[in-house]
């Protein structure tokens, strides 16, 4: 098991589209890889972490939104949104733009399909956070970060906090 450093914003890793994985293919690599995963994002204190931001252009996500504080580990492989509902507006963070919070607005609920961990693949509903965490992850899938989805004014605000926090970032 090993904590890797995370991708932070810039790097063009995190701006390209993940292709989906071959299941049968990474199966052997799967448990480390998921293993790393885990580490990388509890130590940063995270509540997702999706492959590219360990440097990698797999189509892999790990979500734990700790509902009522009890850990509800997600494995998502190949994940695809099949249906989102309603509007929610939080803050929101990333672990790959550590020090930059904004209001953003998502789907309030959000239907999911993945493979897990085994390569079977099921359904998953999300609500609140976790609805958040399905959208946020999956747009890291597709090369998107949260402040992609931010209007140009409040783009051009970011901007210029974005040039100091980069200074911060190792
Ligand atoms: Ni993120």
Redo the contacts with the bound molecule.
């Keep these: 098991m090993a904590i890797l450093r995370i991708t932070k914003h810039g790097e063009p890793v995190l701006k390209k589209p993940s292709p989906s994985v071959d299941y049968e293919a990474i199966a052997k690599d799967l448990p480390r890889l998921l293993k790393d995963m885990w580490a990388t994002m509890h130590a940063a204190r995270g509540v997702g972490l999706a492959a590219p ?1 360990i440097g990698l252009n797999l189509r892999i996500a790990v979500i734990d939104v700790k509902p009522e504080g009890q850990p509800q580990p997600m494995v998502l492989i190949n994940p695809v949104i099949l249906s989102k509902e309603g509007v929610q507006e939080e803050e929101e963070g ?3 733009i550590p020090g930059l919070y904004s209001k953003l607005r998502r789907a309030a609920r959000v239907r999911i399909e993945a493979l897990d961990e085994k390569g079977n693949r099921y359904e998953a509903e999300g609500e609140g956070l976790l609805a958040r965490a399905f959208q ?1 992850e999956t747009d ?1 899938l597709d090369g998107k970060l949260f402040i992609d989805h931010l209007g140009l004014a409040q783009r051009l605000k970011v901007a210029g906090i974005l040039k100091d926090l980069k200074k911060t970032w190792d």
């Design positions: 931001q990333c672990l790959s946020h890291h």
